[in-house]
Nanobody, 122 residues
Framework: QVQLVESGGGLVQAGESLTLSCAAS????????MGWYRQVPGKQRELVAR????????YADSSVKGRFTISRDNAKNTVFLQMNSLKPEDTATYYC???????????????WGQGTLVTVSA
């Protein structure tokens, strides 16, 4: 059984920083892609950033590029999202995603974390 556990969310003021962490547990050989998505009530979940096993990163759009940095520790199956210069519009529930997870029982397509709330006050 694979589980993703997020941490690091909370309430901050505009301009401050937060770092989210997500650790994948279970009997895992490797995870091809890990990423962060976010969702606000009434809207679809949207990609924020993702990073492949070789360290290639991509960011959804210019609103986070330059402020957010995604990274991962392959040995610990952990992904991080460093968020700087936070804005009220970054307020959302942030979800960790793991894609193509190789285990002794085969390759699983996708797992999601339970979400962590980030609230940025003006």
């Amino acid at each position: 059984q694979v589980q993703l556990v997020e941490s690091g969310g909370g309430l901050v003021q505009a301009g401050e920083s937060l770092t989210l962490s997500c650790a994948a547990s279970g009997n895992i050989f490797s995870i091809v892609t890990m990423g962060w998505y976010r969702q606000v009530p009434g809207k679809q979940r949207e990609l924020v950033a993702r990073v492949t096993i070789d360290g290639t990163t991509s960011y959804a759009d210019s609103s986070v590029k330059g402020r957010f940095t995604i990274s991962r520790d392959n040995a610990k199956n952990t992904v991080f999202l460093q968020m700087n210069s936070l804005k009220p519009e970054d307020t959302a529930t942030y979800y960790c995603n793991a894609n193509s997870i190789r285990t002794p029982w085969g390759t699983f397509p996708e797992f999601w974390g339970q979400g962590t709330l980030v609230t940025v006050s003006a």
